[in-house]
């Protein structure tokens, strides 16, 4: 069988040149005669690739120096326990509520600390990104937290929120080098890698050095969950998840290929264009969130009826455009367009849904 496309929210789509280099390095990297699966992570072979995936990002994402970048394992999950953990220095955050991710993280954070929640998106379903540009965040809080991108409900916070002078602590798993970004606006970025960068697990967390300069919040912090601990061994405190990295280095590169973040940007926003101007006049699909908040990695639609939502998942699978399920909570559909989903996937969709639709109406 050849390639589907693949609308995975995650573990989702990867470049195929990525995957050809890996399968091409399996048995053999670089002439070491072993696979990087198999080398030790204190060699000569893997501090080359942990180092470049690292300077690589910080080229792609235009790092400043005092800022550290960490990868780490346990996925985006356990990022929701790192960063009260390792912040939450006067036990109390302010969290912003606009979906799954961010409940859970609020959640993960109320074991540790108060936690403030200064706006939410509840009422209709998380359907929009609140406004925050005015909001009430007591001056006692260690951060202000946002899920960048909502990957499940597919919205996107265009303008990052006023946070009062507060440390802005981001999510950004679904949008992970999607569009360029001005890191010094926040604390700290993270993100689980497997939406948009590479194999599930990894976990990359880029932190303003200062912010962990005394080390965590909490003396009882897993050494593992330390992050001046991590940062000071240089993502090599214990084994890290080696080809998670490697993996994850070669789309830095990729992406480099490609003209950078720059680059993604106009790919993606090309992509989601033609979806979203097809849910706009079409008399079947709908998207579900507001315009303004549209995320251009996650796009959510529906027909309204449950039945034929069905109908056209199943028949979409079986003409080769896999995972447009929506996600378990919401129904629907979900198509995923990240960074490697080609023009023509999203092309080939829309001819499909139009096909469907004339069909079926
Ligand atoms: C997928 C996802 C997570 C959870 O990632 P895991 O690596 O499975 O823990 C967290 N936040 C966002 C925004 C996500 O999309």
Same mark, same amino acid.
């Given at each position: 069988m050849g390639r589907v496309y693949n609308f995975s929210a995650g573990p989702a789509v990867l470049p195929e040149e990525v995957l050809k280099e890996a399968a091409d390095e399996m048995l053999d990297y670089k002439g070491t005669g072993m696979s990087v699966m198999e080398m030790s992570h204190r060699s000569k072979a893997y501090d080359t690739i942990i180092k470049e995936a690292e300077a690589d990002l910080r080229d792609l994402m235009n790092i400043p120096d005092n800022y550290k970048v960490i990868f780490l394992q346990g996925g985006a999950s356990l990022v929701f326990a790192e960063v009260p953990m390792n912040l939450m220095k006067k036990g109390k955050a302010a969290y912003i509520i606009t979906g799954q991710w961010a409940k859970k993280a609020a959640a993960e954070a109320e074991k540790y600390g108060e936690v403030v929640k200064? =706006? /939410? /998106? =509840?009422?209709?379903?998380? /359907?929009y990104i609140p406004d925050c540009s005015d909001l009430d965040i007591p001056d006692d809080v260690d951060y202000v937290y946002i899920c960048e991108n909502n990957t499940i409900y597919g919205t996107k916070f265009w303008k990052l929120p006023n946070t009062k002078g507060h440390e802005l602590v981001a999510d950004v798993s679904s949008c992970f080098l999607s569009e360029p970004v001005d890191v010094s606006k926040y604390g700290v970025i993270y993100g689980g890698v497997q939406k948009n960068v590479g194999p599930s697990g990894v976990q990359i967390v880029i932190v303003r050095e200062d912010l962990i300069a005394d080390g965590p919040a909490f003396k009882q912090t897993p050494t593992m969950c330390d992050w001046k601990i991590q940062a000071d061994n240089n993502s090599l405190y214990n084994t890290p998840p080696c080809y998670g990295i490697y993996i994850c280095g070669k789309v830095f590169k990729w992406i480099k290929k490609m003209g950078g973040l720059e680059g993604m940007k106009a790919h993606n926003e090309k992509k989601a264009k033609i979806l979203y101007d097809f849910l706009d006049e079409s008399k079947m699909f709908k998207g579900t969130v507001v315009k303004e908040d549209r995320s251009i990695m996650n796009v959510p639609f529906v027909t309204g009826n449950a039945d034929l939502d069905a109908k056209f998942v199943a028949e979409a699978k079986a003409a080769g455009f896999e995972n447009l399920k929506g996600h378990r909570t919401v129904g629907g559909m979900r198509a995923s367009i990240y960074n490697a989903m080609p023009i023509e996937g999203v092309e080939k969709l829309v001819e499909f849904m139009k096909k469907f639709e004339a069909e079926n109406s």
């Open positions: 200064v =706006a /939410s /998106s =509840a009422d209709k379903t998380f /359907s």
